[in-house]
């Protein structure tokens, strides 16, 4: 599986931004699809999951109420809607599938993993 995850950028605080990452190489609907952040010497942390059929998801506390994470499965795309951004949301942000139809809130749970998008939102 390829994910190209795309749609990072530099936004002031209280902005928004949607990230997208499209998937290749094997059949989408079979792959549960999570997003996760590392800011720079920090650990990279879950931020938000949905499952294969996109009926369930899950939200980091930090990110929940502002951050929407959904599917298309006829584009092959998993998308991430931030708003009211603030400065901690600063990071790089990947995009990762679980071959199963349920979501892992943790990263060895995922078997593939993108390239990483880069957000800075600035105070």
């Known amino acids: 599986v390829q994910l190209q995850a795309y749609g990072g950028g530099l936004v002031q605080a209280g902005g928004s931004l949607r990230l997208s990452c499209a998937a290749s190489?094997?059949?989408?609907?079979?792959?549960?699809m999570g997003w996760f952040r590392q800011a720079p010497g920090k650990e990279r942390e879950f931020v938000a999951a949905?499952?294969?059929?996109?009926?369930?998801?899950s939200y980091a506390d930090s990110v929940k109420g502002r951050f929407t994470i959904s599917r298309d499965n006829a584009k092959n795309t998993v998308y991430l809607q931030m708003n009211s951004l603030k400065p901690e949301d600063t990071a790089v942000y990947y995009c990762?599938?679980?071959?199963?139809?349920?979501?892992?809130?943790?990263?060895?749970?995922?078997?593939?993993w993108g390239q990483g998008t880069q957000v800075t939102v600035s105070s």
């Open positions: 990762a599938a679980r071959a199963s139809p349920t979501y892992y809130t943790v990263s060895y749970g995922y078997d593939y």
């Open positions: 949905i499952s294969r059929s996109g009926g369930s998801t």
């Open positions: 190489g094997r059949t989408f609907v079979t792959l549960a």
